[in-house]
């Protein structure tokens, strides 16, 4: 099925830095969702985005939804060791439905 | 935030037999959920929508016959694994969509193991 775009696919970083990762995709969606899964867990929610140029925080996280409709990027600053993991973008269009990108694995070296 | 829990979280069974999964959502009502199987370092994929009152329906390639849903109330969706064989050793994760919100909330997996 459909997938979208996610880069990069993996990260290694200091504990202290910024990360930024973004997603894309050629069909407009309604909504942008960003998910972090820790091993054995299911997804967790971090951010929703409802608007095309819409900006949301939650905490040291900022995520973005792109004025095309088409694309978002998640931004995590000042990294911690327990911000490892896995971070999933999904879009959703005209149903309830979520297209996910591949994911992007986290690793902070503390 | 809204919370979605799965029963069980982790399951061992033998090839030929049948395992039922419990997808709940925990402080709102849903009249659709959705199940996915997670491979190893891959995203979800998605399996089918459950819809309550109605028939569930499959993504392609996933055979219904094989991945019974019902979606018994507006909190409760199940998804059983019949006849398992080992092929179906997979994590099993349900979502929830909270209505009018557009946010969606995962359960916390089930580890399906088929000896």
């Known amino acids: 099925g459909q997938q979208l775009n996610q880069s990069p696919q993996s990260m290694f970083i200091q504990e202290g830095e910024d990360v930024s990762m973004n997603c894309t995709s050629s069909?407009?969606?309604?909504?942008w969702l960003w998910y972090k899964q820790d091993p054995g867990e299911g997804p967790v929610l971090l951010i929703a985005l409802y608007k095309a140029g819409e900006l949301t925080s939650n905490g040291r996280l900022t995520a973005q939804f792109g004025i095309t409709r088409k694309d978002s990027f998640l931004n995590i600053s000042a990294s911690i060791p327990s911000d490892v993991g896995i971070y999933f973008c999904a879009g959703q269009g005209g149903s309830e439905k979520l297209v996910f990108g591949k994911g992007t694995k986290l690793t902070v070296n503390p | 935030g809204a919370v979605v829990s799965q029963h069980p979280s982790w399951v061992i069974c033998k090839s030929g037999t049948s395992v039922k999964i419990e997808c709940r959502s925990l402080?709102?009502?849903?009249?659709?959920m959705f199940w996915y199987r997670q491979f190893p370092k891959q995203s979800l994929m998605l399996m089918a929508t459950?819809?309550?009152?109605?028939?569930?329906?499959?993504e392609q390639g996933v055979e219904k016959d094989k991945f019974l849903i019902n979606h018994a109330s507006l909190t409760l969706s199940t998804l059983t694994v019949t006849s398992a064989h080992p092929e179906d050793s997979s994590f099993y994760i349900c979502?929830?969509?909270?209505?009018?919100?557009?946010?969606?909330?995962f359960g916390p997996g089930t580890r399906l193991t088929v000896t």
């Open positions: 069909s407009i969606f309604n909504t």
């Open positions: 402080d709102f009502q849903a009249t659709t």
């Open positions: 979502s929830a969509p909270r209505t009018g919100s557009g946010e969606q909330y």
């Open positions: 459950s819809n309550e009152g109605s028939k569930a329906t499959y």
